[in-house]
């Protein structure tokens, strides 16, 4: 079986949301030098232009979503994680997310009620998954499930969900739905949430920080992650390549001590 193949120090971690989980930023030189071959992606869209195919692992240089994405808090996340983890542990992440998409999408009940209802520029990124972004998810995982563990999902949605105060409600069938859907035990492992773009960097959607500081009360094994003083680009809606970095260590930092590590954090 399937699971008798798995090793258990790959940590696996599913990663979803909207463009910024999908990676707005440019990527810079420093972003794609000495990354640690223990960190793989397994890459959900078939991209030829970068030799992946759809299922397989690869050493996670960006770009970690989509063929023609950016630098994503998943990057920094899985670095910085093997920056502590023991030199026989390996992680993996699975990005799956839709630049502009209400949580809605992942509705696997709703999502196609949704879909009906957006532009055709957001079709087009749906369609890269099939056009149901949810089932690659779980396709995906199902397919890591084969060779690792997962451990944890990190979600960066919100933006498009604005004062919507049913918003923890939606994040929660989500989750419940991803762990029934991969035969984890339900509230089995953690959901890590970040927040949109800071007030202190005037981002425009910082309100709906409000709703996702409420997730925990929700899911159970939520935790919320700080945007404090990661910075943004001029639309003061998307993170620039530095607040990705700094974001995504803020992600391992927590998933860390989770895991029972002392971590002293950097910023």
Aim: proline share 6%.
């Amino acid at each position: 079986m399937a699971a008798q193949a798995q090793d258990p120090n790959f940590h696996v971690y599913l990663c979803l949301g909207q463009s910024n989980m999908e990676g707005n930023a440019k990527i810079e030189a420093q972003d794609t030098v000495g990354v640690n071959p223990r960190f793989q992606v397994l890459e959900a869209v078939d991209c030829p232009d970068l030799s992946r195919t759809k299922g397989n692992w690869y050493t996670a240089i960006p770009p970690l979503c989509r063929c023609r994405t950016g630098l994503t808090p998943a990057d920094y996340f899985g670095r910085t994680l093997l920056t502590y983890l023991p030199p026989t542990t390996r992680v993996g992440v699975i990005d799956v997310a839709v630049g502009g998409c209400r949580i809605e999408l992942f509705d696997k009940d709703q999502y196609q009620t949704y879909v009906a209802t957006v532009p055709g520029w957001m079709k087009n990124f749906i369609s890269e998954y099939g056009g149901n972004p949810y089932a690659r998810l779980v396709e995906m995982g199902k397919r890591a499930q084969q060779d690792g563990v997962i451990k944890g999902i990190l979600l960066h949605q919100g933006e498009s969900n604005p004062n919507d105060s049913l918003w923890t409600k939606k994040v929660k069938k989500v989750y419940d739905n991803l762990l029934a859907d991969l035969n984890l035990p339900p509230n089995s492992v953690p959901l890590l949430a970040g927040e949109t773009v800071n007030a202190d960097q005037d981002g425009i959607c910082a309100g709906m920080n409000r709703i996702i500081a409420t997730l925990p009360q929700a899911v159970p094994t939520a935790h919320v992650i700080s945007s404090a003083g990661c910075t943004d680009s001029s639309d003061n809606l998307h993170f620039n390549a530095a607040g990705y970095r700094k974001l995504g260590k803020r992600y391992a930092y927590q998933m860390l001590t989770l895991l029972g590590y002392t971590v002293k954090a950097e910023d």
